[in-house]
Every structure is written in structure tokens, then in C-alpha cells.
């Protein structure tokens, strides 16, 4: 007999050799039909894979996140069976499941695809899962799976298999298909309802430019036709909200192949946006005692070799920058926390000088593959909204909290009400991924784990997430249609402090290390307005957006009170805009509206006479005429209001 510890702490006895899926039927019939697979202590398993010792058991549906990952993992490998069938030949890459589907990169050969051939994919994937053929995980040496792999001409999987160690391959086979894989997979294919193909394209094998590039077919499954329409619906709201296509629409920003691709031109209206975000952090970082600084854009070698962000970073980065001293190199800066190091060191400290909270809008450079580049969220120019703050370790804590006391005024701020709180942490089996001693980490990790308890988050922790430094607090946003993103991030830090021997004085007189905290609620000043306009669909809070009000003359006649209208709004800081065009005034409403200013103030006889403006706001509400000074604080009391 083995013993079976569940969630809930109950303990059960079964025979040695039962499955997940057994004991799921010993619970509950509804269980059993829904169970998905098996997280057996902290690794995921098939739920019909035999269990043979004492175990950790929770079982796994589609409410469960890792219950979706192996469903849409399954899914891929249906995917790749039916485009086996009807494109025999076809060498497979990888396969993963992602945030939301999966997707499976593929070596079509010959073969021509295009969205075209969607629907017979489709409708050959449904087919499968009507078979309800069985998954069968085969364990294989790794000379076996050379050679089944070698007979099929398959140099990809054979490259894949040559890095793996003998004794820990395994095959699935569901069908004709089998597959190199890990899994875990479903039993079966039958739980998969709706089967949608998204989209294709390029990537290169093993993300490498030099390598071939493969095609990437993105698609995703649901167990219910209805889950499958609504994430189309979703989709198609994310469409309209792409920041690539408001930003264009709002003027806020451009790339030019000229310039280099990844490398954002911020237009006057996305200037004036980010500046407004920019001053907004700093006056909120004032009041908490930060001081701005400026570094270079780029550093001598020896800087980022004594950080580790050589070591790290190199291979991501721009090439070196030579100059014509010999031996000498410079990179441009992959991160701003080595400047702020050598700014700390650059007098004696002590301990009535800490903590130093050292803020900077720096920008780094990172040189990310063109394949993974995407609009702001991924580029290979962003600003950060850095800071470091250097303290001793009785103030470690307090300084924390304040951080997050930071990142929850600016989500609240701009109406990110939906988020996780993440605790990354080292992968403890995976050590020479980081950097610094095991007593660091478990003083630095202890450390988040008391500040987020001391604010009462609610948090999940992931493992191997960490920064190479250190731990992390991630804030992980839900923006208004869904989608999770990463922004705000605290990381504690013991480790560059000592590589760059920093030291302060304190009351006892004697020589001690600092600690560090790194910390950006925005994360990158790119990244973040992405984010706010995908969220907003481009309607920003009144004190943030590039035009607050346009001014509507009904004709040529009333241009002289439109332009003296202008001139008081301006002088009280409301920014406005006159459409002095021929055009009727429904047409100037209209197109206002898709401009997404949030006032629209028409004049005409009437309110020249009276001094007064026709106020309509954005989405079609007519607020009626006001008096200038009372449409001056309106304004006023909505943008004091939303930064209260």
C-alpha cells in the first residue's frame, strides 16, 4: 500500500501501481470526467501514469493553470498529427503550450501554406479527436530515439535528443504520430471541443538568424465551443486596442527601418505623453525622498564584467564599441544599476547617509532577435524607470513596503485593478544561473516574503523566476480585456553590493556592506505605455492624454472667439486644439471622436455672444453650454480628483 497526502491534508491508502485518474474516480464520477492530469509532489504527470511510492497528489482540471498548460500541450501534438497526415514529410522543431494556446514550428519542406489551408487542418484535427485515439508515453534510450529519429531525416529532433541524457527520454505516441516529448499529455483527445488556427509565422530554428526558419502555427483549443467564441471575441476587442494601431492613429509613435528596427521615435503628442508619466513618477518619488540622477548610455567593459552583466548579458547585447586606444571597449549599457554603484562609491558613506534612494529614467540597450520584436512591448531601445536604493539591513524592510506603497498609488492611479502579486524566487537546482552566496539568497528572499506580508499582499510564488542578482516582487497586471502583463518589479539584492565593495560606516564606527534594492513600478517607460493603451483602447485619464479639449467653430465666423477661447484655456494648463477646417461640424465630431479627445467645445453665435461653450464628451455625451470658467474647473476638479 501507498499513502496519497491530498490539498486538503487528508491521507489516503491505495495499492501501489493506482493512477491519477483512479483515484480522481475514487473521489468523485464528476472529478474523474474533469481531471485534466496530476501534479504528483511538484511535478506534473499524466494522470494514467502508474504511482508506486508516498505522494503529494492535487489534481488538475482547466481551472488550473498548469491543467491548461498540458491540455494546450496535447493540443499541439494534435495539431502536428494532422498536419503529418496531410503533409507527409514534414520535420517538426518545438511544440509548447504558451499563455493562451500553443503553438508548433515547422519544417514544411516543399510544401506551400498559408491561412488558406486553416480549415483543413481544422476540420483533420477534429477527426482525430472523434477517434479518441489513446496518448502513450514510451520511456526510449536515447540511442533508440536517435535512431527512430535518423530513419525519419529528422536533423531537428536529432539535435534536441543529442542534448538530452540517457535515461530521461521519452516518446508520445497517440495514433501514427509519436513525438520527442516530456510530456505530461491528456489520455486521450476527446476533451478538446473548439479548435481554432490563429496565425503563422517565421522562426528560426532554436531562435539562432543563422539557423533555417520554420514556420509557426499559432492556434489555441477550449473543452467548450462557448470558452472558444468568447477568446475570439476577446481577440478581436485586442485588435482594435493594439498599440501599434492606436499609437500610429494618436501620432504617438513611429520605427524607421533607417534608424534600426526595435528602436522607437517617440512623435511630439507620445513625447508630451511619456513626459507627463515621467513627471507624474518623479513627483510621486520626491515626496518619498528620491534623488534623480544621470549616467552615460554606455560603459567601459570592466563595469558590466565586475556587475556580471558581461556574463549574463553578452550574448544579447550590441557588439562591443571599440575605440582607438587599444584593448579598450565600451558596451551600450544592458542595465543601470552598476552606473548607480559607481555613483554610491564615488565618496565615503556612512550610516547617517543612508538609506540613498538613487532614481533614473535610464536607457538601456539589449539586442533582442527580429523575429521577437513587437511595437513598444519589445524593443531593443527602452527607458527604465529605475531606481536603487542602498540601506542597511535594519532598514531593509521599511524601504520595501514603501516601494510597493509606490506601485500600488500608480495602479490605482490609472485604474489597474486587477493584478497578481508574484514572489520570484532561485531555482535551488539550478544554481549557476545566479550570482552570490546561498546565505544572501535566503536573507534576500526572506526579506520579500516578510515586506509582502507586512502589506497584506496576496501572493503566488514561481520558482526560477528570479533575476540573476536576486529575488524579485513582480506586479503582474490584468489589463481590461484580460491579458496579463508584467510591470512594476522590486528585487532585493545582496550580491552587487559585494562585487563592487561597497561599504558605509556605521554608528559602531567600523566598515559594513549595504544592500540594495532595485525597483521599477513602470518596469520601461516603452513597455508600460503599450500596456496603458491596450488597457484604455487609447482613452488615457484626462491628465495624461495628449489633447484634453478641441474647439469646434461652426464656421470661419466664430474663428476669432475660437482662437481667444484657446489662448485662456491654454493659460490655465488645459491643453487645446482648434479644428479650423471647412468641414461640417458633425464631421469635425466625428472625427474627434476618433481622435479620442475626451472635450469637444463647439462654438457659434450663441456662445460667442454669451461667452460660453457647447461641451460634448467623448463617447457621445452632451454635457450642455457652460461658461468658460466653469468648464475650467471642471477640468480641473476631474484631473485633481483622478490623481487624488
Avoid at 474523474?32 to 511535478?43: F, T
Avoid at 484634453?548 to 487645446?576: E, F, G, H, W
Avoid at 458633425?586 to 453665435?605: N, Q, W
Amino acid at each position: 500500500m501507498i499513502h496519497i497526502t491530498l490539498p486538503d491534508g487528508s491521507i489516503k491508502k491505495f495499492e501501489k501501481g493506482i493512477t491519477s485518474y483512479e483515484i480522481a474516480l475514487s473521489i468523485s464520477k464528476g472529478l474523474a470526467r474533469n481531471v485534466l492530469a496530476a501534479q504528483i509532489n511538484k511535478e506534473i504527470w499524466d494522470i494514467n501514469r502508474p504511482l508506486f511510492e508516498n505522494v503529494n497528489l492535487r489534481l488538475l482540471t482547466w481551472n488550473d493553470a498548469e491543467g491548461k498548460d498540458v491540455f494546450w500541450h496535447t493540443s499541439a501534438h494534435l495539431m502536428a498529427s494532422a498536419i503529418e497526415i496531410l503533409y507527409p514529410g514534414v520535420k517538426f522543431g518545438i511544440g509548447p503550450s504558451i499563455e493562451t494556446g500553443f503553438y508548433y514550428d515547422i519544417d514544411f519542406m516543399d510544401y506551400s501554406i498559408s491561412s488558406d489551408d486553416f480549415k483543413k487542418i481544422e476540420d483533420k484535427m477534429a477527426e482525430l479527436v472523434a477517434a479518441k485515439q489513446q496518448i502513450k508515453r514510451v520511456e526510449v534510450s536515447k540511442q533508440e530515439a536517435l535512431d527512430y529519429f535518423t530513419k525519419k531525416n529528422d536533423e531537428y529532433k536529432i539535435e534536441l535528443i543529442q542534448d538530452l541524457e540517457d535515461g530521461d527520454i521519452t516518446f508520445y505516441q497517440s495514433g501514427d504520430f509519436v513525438d520527442l516529448c516530456r510530456g505530461p499529455h491528456l489520455p486521450d483527445m476527446s476533451a478538446i471541443k473548439a479548435i481554432k488556427l490563429l496565425s503563422l509565422a517565421g522562426a528560426y530554428w532554436r531562435g539562432d538568424e543563422k539557423r533555417k526558419q520554420l514556420t509557426r502555427i499559432y492556434a489555441v483549443t477550449f473543452p467548450k465551443k462557448k470558452e472558444l467564441d468568447e477568446y475570439l471575441l476577446l481577440l478581436e476587442e485586442a485588435k482594435k486596442r493594439d498599440h501599434r494601431k492606436v499609437g500610429r492613429e494618436l501620432e504617438l509613435f513611429t520605427f524607421s527601418p533607417r534608424v534600426g528596427i526595435g528602436l522607437p521615435i517617440w512623435l511630439p503628442k507620445g513625447a508630451a505623453l511619456r513626459e507627463r508619466l515621467e513627471n507624474f513618477l518623479k513627483k510621486v518619488q520626491k515626496e518619498y525622498g528620491y534623488q534623480q540622477v544621470i549616467s552615460p548610455h554606455i560603459g567601459n567593459v570592466e563595469l558590466y564584467k565586475t556587475s556580471g552583466h558581461y556574463q549574463k548579458y553578452g550574448q544579447d547585447s550590441f557588439r562591443p564599441i571599440t575605440t582607438p586606444q587599444e584593448g579598450e571597449e565600451f558596451f551600450l549599457k544592458p542595465m543601470n544599476c552598476p552606473h548607480n554603484c559607481e555613483i554610491y562609491s564615488s565618496k565615503p558613506r556612512s550610516y547617517k547617509d543612508l538609506p540613498l534612494r538613487l532614481a533614473e529614467f535610464g536607457t538601456v540597450y539589449r539586442y533582442e532577435q527580429s523575429g521577437e520584436l513587437h511595437g513598444l512591448t519589445r524593443v531593443r531601445g527602452f527607458t527604465q524607470d529605475d531606481a536603487h536604493i542602498f540601506c542597511t539591513p535594519e532598514q531593509l524592510e521599511d524601504e520595501f513596503c514603501k516601494v510597493i506603497d509606490i506601485v500600488l498609488y500608480i495602479f490605482k492611479t490609472l485604474d489597474f485593478k486587477d493584478y497578481t502579486v508574484q514572489i520570484s524566487l532561485r531555482d535551488p537546482d539550478n544554481k549557476e544561473k545566479y550570482i552570490g552566496s546561498d546565505e544572501n539568497w535566503e536573507k534576500s528572499e526572506n526579506a520579500i516574503v516578510q515586506a509582502a506580508k507586512q502589506r497584506n499582499l496576496d501572493t503566488v510564488v514561481e520558482v526560477g523566476e528570479a533575476a540573476f542578482y536576486g529575488p524579485k516582487l513582480d506586479f503582474m497586471v490584468k489589463d481590461a480585456i484580460g491579458r496579463k502583463w508584467q510591470l512594476g518589479t522590486i528585487q532585493v539584492d545582496y550580491n552587487l553590493p559585494e562585487r563592487f565593495e561597497l561599504e558605509y560606516i556605521g554608528s559602531d564606527n567600523q566598515k559594513h556592506r549595504p544592500i540594495m534594492i532595485h525597483r521599477a513600478p513602470f518596469g520601461s517607460m516603452e513597455r508600460f505605455v503599450a500596456v496603458l493603451i491596450e488597457h484604455t483602447g487609447g482613452n488615457f485619464p484626462l491628465w495624461l492624454t495628449p489633447d484634453q479639449a478641441i474647439i469646434l467653430p461652426i464656421s470661419d465666423k466664430y474663428m476669432d472667439y475660437a482662437q481667444s477661447l484657446m489662448q485662456t484655456l491654454d493659460k490655465n494648463d488645459i491643453r487645446v486644439s482648434i479644428d479650423d477646417r471647412s468641414e461640417k461640424t458633425g464631421r469635425k465630431i466625428r472625427d474627434a471622436e476618433l481622435r479620442k479627445i475626451p472635450y469637444m467645445l463647439i462654438v457659434g453665435e450663441k456662445e460667442e455672444n454669451k461667452h460660453t461653450v457647447s461641451v460634448r464628451q467623448h463617447g457621445m455625451k452632451d454635457l450642455g453650454t457652460m461658461s468658460i470658467p466653469s468648464f475650467i474647473e471642471h477640468i480641473n476638479n476631474e484631473v485633481t480628483n483622478s490623481l487624488a
